[in-house]
């Protein structure tokens, strides 16, 4: 644990990430510019689900707001379990999606780390992660009373049928309709192919920059990506993504040569599936690192390249709507399994970790299935921790602890 | 006299009844989900739509599958399955509505055994003509999956004959709805409860047989409505617990309208009978008071409840909030505050895997007609 007292650890130091620093500063730029009056930047604001299709925004020049990613900065400041109280004291039930709960709060009193998020023109919810998504965009529709778009894509349970493919097709005409509506100008298809390229190059360097962790000793954990996945969530489409991401990616081949691993000794490789803990990822990644296990993977931050074979990058906008639905929420359970379990295989997996995420219903039940699945054809260690990614309330620790060192043994 | 001796027999062990069914006509019996089961295809196929409502004992093997912070539905229904209480099942049908009836289906799908399995991927917007087209498509799929199963063609004639069953069996469900708000005395909620959950896994043309039989009974009755009694309007998660209507009788409620998928939501909306035929089952959804799983426009929901409450002239509405249902949670807060600028009184029962105990749902009951 660090301790502010203690003199500098030269070792601790050369095996910190040093693209961080610009990451941070990438981040404060973009929310300093949408916070900045609409009057000064001439911008509209279009607040978008994690998964949805930002590209159409950025040809749009609107600036896109993640309310997901701020969700994930307030689990982060530890300040989500009040924000959850808030929405419950304002009739919201306790089970629903921590992350809803503290944006609905949020929204009301201007919390969280950076005194909330700036007001949006619009707001474009797409339902490729969640059902939850779509009920809370209506609760903030109705709160801020600016229109609503939804981009349905339906779930491939078994398959992506010509009935799904046709309808969400049509409505990525819907959609770009809806902005031309919102803004009031046409939409620049010409500008949409750079964009697009852009958005996938972004997509397939933070592939690379996760693949790097395939190298022993990896040189980064889950962790370091749960912190760099921010931009490819939130300016996915951008020049700086592509560029940061470059710079990091460096960075990362760098440290393979040097032979500089995040964890000391690493003994034990594993995999992460779901959210992060987010007021947790210190305290989590010390524990696992003292018994020299790397999280060297996750299902989360590589959400986010899982559907680049569907996308092409020559006809962007005619792939948009493969490529969005069908991501690997958006699949059923037994196909979230073979997910895992290539990535077991690809990163030389020694145990599984999952987080059982009582707000996220749907990357979360079929977990227990997935887990059996596993240990059947892989014949390695699982464990579970119960938790929520963001309401502190739910965390165990001690009953956690526990858990986590009977996994190690078995590892052993 | 009026007799519901059918319908308590029927809902006392469904599964007996459908497997007599199964053996009497030698037919299929096909389990669904929720309300946007298109039925109508299914009884078209010469197969018995089973609504598939909630377990029917405690939890043990549904555990190793799902974990505590599912709802009682889904955990109850996949308990069932896993214990082969279901077996009769010669397949299940999962509307698309929520994330836990999503993950349902492929636990389903991955281990209940069943041979045939239908996602009907139901658009979560009903508010557009594309969805409008889609969901016709979608219906036009899981017709040819039903088709395969049974290897009979599902002629359009069959359709149309079964979409009329269906329209009439509203008329008459919607009828019972009338006559309770008009002389409550007449029928009883419980009982009303014990013909909707029976409707849904009965012969649907026996079912329309015993309700034009019943309601030709119940007489034309015009006594006048009990004064005394407060009239509710129950709102919320699908309510399988048919005590409830006895404690409200008890603390001197009378329920007059509900917004239930097993109850209004059910019977709304006829089905028109002068377009094509999956073109007009895929328009009645559309059409339809939506499920909070839906989509329709902001304040559909809420608007519909303020006006049941006028329509019905009630005195004040409860909501019932099954533990660990997302959608119902997301749209209580909103609705009762709609409900608040009318002036119109409400209280929340949030529900477990039973109602809360009998003493503390009897006093919050009588002190929320006191109130009123
Ligand atoms: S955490 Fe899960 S339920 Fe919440 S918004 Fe994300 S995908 Fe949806
Ligand atoms: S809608 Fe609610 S009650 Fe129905 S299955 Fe989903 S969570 Fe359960």
Not at chain 1, 242 to 253: G, I, Q, R, S
Not at chain 1, 324 to 336: A, V
Not at chain 2, 249 to 261: A, H, L, T
Not at chain 2, 264 to 278: A, C, H, Q
Request: proline share 4%; with cysteine; glycine share 6%.
């Amino acid at each position: 644990m660090s301790d502010p007292n203690k003199a500098i650890d030269p070792e601790v130091e050369r095996r910190k990430i040093k693209s961080v620093k610009r990451m941070k500063e990438i981040m404060t730029e973009y929310y300093i510019e949408a916070k900045t009056p609409k009057e000064q930047t001439g911008k509209k604001i279009a607040w978008i689900t994690s998964g949805g299709p930002v590209e159409p925004l950025i040809v749009m020049d609107v600036i896109p707001v993640y309310p997901e990613n701020y969700g994930a900065m307030i689990g982060a400041s530890k300040m989500g379990t009040d924000l959850c109280e808030k929405a419950e004291s304002m009739g919201y039930a306790s089970d629903l999606c921590s992350y809803a709960r503290a944006d609905i709060a949020s929204a009301t009193v201007n919390g969280g780390p950076i005194g909330g998020l700036p007001e949006p023109d619009m707001l474009i919810c797409c339902n490729n992660i969640c059902g939850t998504v779509l009920k809370w965009y209506e609760v903030q529709a109705r709160y801020f009373n600016v229109p609503l778009f939804i981009l349905d894509t339906p779930v491939c349970h078994t398959e992506y049928s010509a009935e799904i493919k046709q309808y969400v097709e049509k409505q990525v005409t819907e959609y770009i309709e809806f902005l031309e509506g919102v803004c009031g100008k046409k939409f620049d298809y010409d500008k949409m192919v750079e964009v697009g390229e852009l958005s996938v190059r972004g997509q397939e360097l933070w592939q690379e920059v996760l693949d790097t962790t395939m190298n022993r000793p990896s040189p980064m954990t889950c962790f370091d990506a749960f912190f760099h996945l921010a931009l490819i969530v939130t300016l996915r489409g951008t020049q700086p993504v592509v560029d940061y991401y470059e710079m990091l990616l460096a960075e990362m081949k760098q440290r393979i040569k040097d032979g500089i691993s995040m964890v000391t000794d690493e003994k034990y490789r594993l995999l992460w599936d779901n959210l992060p803990i987010w007021y947790r990822t210190r305290w989590l990644s010390d524990k696992f690192a003292a018994h020299g296990a790397c999280l060297v993977a996750d299902t989360y931050t590589s959400g986010w390249c899982s559907s680049l074979k569907y996308m092409d990058k020559t006809d962007f906008l005619g792939s948009l709507a493969e490529g969005y639905t069908r991501i690997f929420l958006n699949t059923g359970t037994d196909q979230m399994a073979d997910n895992i379990l290539e990535m077991a295989k690809k990163y030389n997996a020694d145990g599984l970790v999952i987080h059982s995420n009582r707000s996220c219903k749907p990357y979360s039940l079929g977990q227990y299935d997935i887990q059996k699945i596993v240990q059947e054809k892989m014949h390695i260690p699982t464990l579970v921790i119960e938790a929520d990614m963001i309401d502190e309330r739910i965390f165990a620790e001690s009953q956690i602890e526990t858990r986590i060192d009977a996994f190690i043994e078995m590892l052993e | 006299m009026a007799s519901f001796d059918l319908f308590y027999e029927i809902i006392n062990n469904p599964g007996r009844y459908a497997i007599n069914w199964k053996k009497e006509t030698g037919n299929k019996v096909i389990g669904y989900f929720c309300s946007y089961a298109p039925e109508e295809i299914i009884t078209a196929a010469g197969a018995l739509p089973y609504r598939i409502l909630a377990g029917s004992g405690s939890i043990s093997k549904a555990d190793a599958h799902l974990q505590a912070y599912s709802c009682s539905l889904v955990r109850g229904a996949l308990e069932d399955a896993l214990n082969g209480r279901l077996d009769f099942l010669d397949g299940t049908v999962f509307p698309h509505t929520c994330d836990s009836i999503q993950r349902l289906s492929d636990i389903w799908r991955m281990n209940a055994g069943f041979k045939f399995h239908a996602d009907v991927m139901v658009p979560v917007k009903l508010n557009t003509a594309s969805a409008g087209d889609y969901m016709t498509s979608i219906l036009d799929k899981f017709k040819k999956e039903l088709e395969k199963l049974t290897g009979i063609e599902i002629a359009r004639e069959k359709l149309k004959e079964a979409i009329s069953i269906y329209n009439s069996i509203k008329k008459n469900l919607s009828r019972l709805y009338a006559i309770r708000r008009d002389a409550p005395d007449v029928i009883k909620s419980s009982d009303i409860h014990a013909i909707f959950k029976a409707a849904m896994v009965m012969d649907r043309r026996r079912l329309l047989e015993e309700l034009e039989r019943l309601i030709a009974d119940l007489g034309e009755n015009d006594r006048a409505p009990d004064t005394a009694d407060k009239r509710i309007v129950l709102s919320g998660g699908l309510c399988s617990m048919p005590d409830i209507y006895k404690t409200i009788e008890k603390s001197g409620g009378v329920v007059v309208w509900d917004d239930f998928c097993t109850g209004s939501r059910y019977f709304e909306g006829e089905i028109n009978t002068k377009v094509e035929p999956l073109r007009s089952i895929a328009d009645r959804y559309m059409e339809r008071v939506v499920c909070p799983a839906k989509h329709k426009s902001l304040f559909s929901r809420g608007e519909y409840l303020v006006n049941a409450v006028k329509e019905n002239r009630a005195d004040g509405v409860i909501f019932f909030l099954l533990k660990f249902c997302d959608p119902h949670a997301f749209d209580y807060p909103y609705m009762k505050e709609m409900l608040e600028k009318e002036n119109i009184p409400s209280v929340l029962f949030e529900i477990e895997d039973q109602l809360p105990s009998e003493g503390q749902i009897n006093t919050r009951c009588e002190a929320f007609m006191e109130m009123l």
